[in-house]
Nanobody
């Protein structure tokens, strides 16, 4: 069973950048597809980005495509979310998630982190 811990959230001005990290432990990191989700106050959790086990396959929500980049370092058991051109509507708690398998993205994920807050001021 894998444990996930996010970090890197904070307060940033609109147009700025931020990089989130998610460190995994307790499992074979290279066996997992990894994803980022977010949940804004009063809204449902939504998918942001996903990366397959090797890092060679990625998938993005339309709202972040071209602004966010997901990547992973299997030697460090870490997945990243580089966020650029941030907008106030990107404000949310960001969660990383993991699912065993070779696909890039899954409809459900078995393992979740505790989340990290990202606030984008206008």
């Amino acid at each position: 069973q894998v444990q996930l811990v996010e970090s890197g959230g904070g307060l940033v001005q609109a147009g700025g950048s931020l990089r989130l990290s998610c460190a995994a432990s307790g499992g074979t990191f290279g066996s997992y597809a990894m994803a980022w989700f977010r949940q804004a106050p009063g809204k449902e959790r939504e998918f942001v980005a996903a990366v397959n086990w090797s890092g060679g396959g990625t998938y993005y929500a339309g709202s972040v495509k071209g602004r966010f980049t997901v990547s992973r370092d299997n030697a460090k058991n870490t997945v990243y979310l580089q966020m650029s051109s941030l907008k106030p509507e990107d404000t949310a708690v960001y969660y990383c998630a993991a699912e065993v398998g070779s696909a890039t993205h899954y409809t459900s994920y078995s393992y979740w982190g505790q989340g990290t807050q990202v606030t984008v001021s206008s």
